[in-house]
């Protein structure tokens, strides 16, 4: 099985990059669907879930993972619940042996034993709110102030997350084998080069 993980920038096209490397490659392609499934074992709102999964209510209680979560009696449990099923959507994507791309979701430190090839897309600043305006839903009429902080809030409860995880910094190169800034890429190019590193990879 050939696994790829993705963690991204808030805005940095990140999400856009995996789904066209997975189609260039022929690879299955994992993201909302995650969500979609979390919702199918908890039986809670998709919305929900992705919201409380983003907004990381955990980040400032000692919660570790191991082999499983261990979080003190007043952190709330229904979050920690959700981090666990995130976990069991993950495995069994794995065990199924396909060769597949997974967006975010702490997918590399939560797949670890999996050996994934672990990809992190990153940009400036001003790439990813260009970005981010671009492709805002219809009734998202934030300043370009309220979206630089959106997107530092975003990327901040992203390292806080991967901290708690697996002790290691978001974003280190040295936790991924491959770093790319998608800053003046076209992204439809930027996957064909990325495809062409993703096969002599796993060939070797």
């Known amino acids: 099985m ?14 856009e990059l995996g789904k066209r490397l997975a189609d260039l490659l022929g690879y299955d392609y994992y993201d909302s669907e995650i969500i979609s499934a979390i919702a199918e074992k908890s039986g809670l709102d998709k919305g929900y879930i992705e919201k409380a999964l983003e907004q990381h209510g955990w980040q400032n209680y000692p919660i570790t993972f191991n082999a499983s979560f261990i ?8 979050r920690v619940d959700l981090l666990q099923d995130q976990k069991a959507v993950l495995d069994e994507i794995a065990a199924k042996g396909k060769n597949c791309v ?10 670890e034993k999996y050996d994934p090839l672990r990809i992190f897309v990153c940009a ?19 300043t370009e102030k309220e979206m630089r902080r959106k997107i530092k809030q975003v ?17 280190d190169p040295q936790g991924y084998h491959l770093t790319i800034n998608t800053t003046n890429w076209d992204l439809k ?10 096969n002599t990879y796993f060939e070797q």
Not at 2 to 15: D, M, P, Q, Y
């Open 2 to 15: 050939n696994l790829i993980t993705i963690s991204r920038e808030f805005g940095s096209g990140g999400r």
């Open 71 to 78: 979080a003190p009696i007043y952190t709330d449990p229904g």
């Open 102 to 111: 997974i967006i975010g979701r702490n997918a590399d430190v939560l797949l």
């Open 124 to 142: 400036d600043m001003d790439a990813k709110v260009k970005r981010c305006f671009e492709r805002a839903s219809e009734g998202e009429n934030l």
């Open 155 to 171: 990327d901040k409860a992203r390292a806080q997350t991967r901290a708690i995880l697996s002790g290691s910094s978001w974003g």
């Open 189 to 198: 190019a930027l996957a064909g080069a990325l495809a062409s590193f993703v």
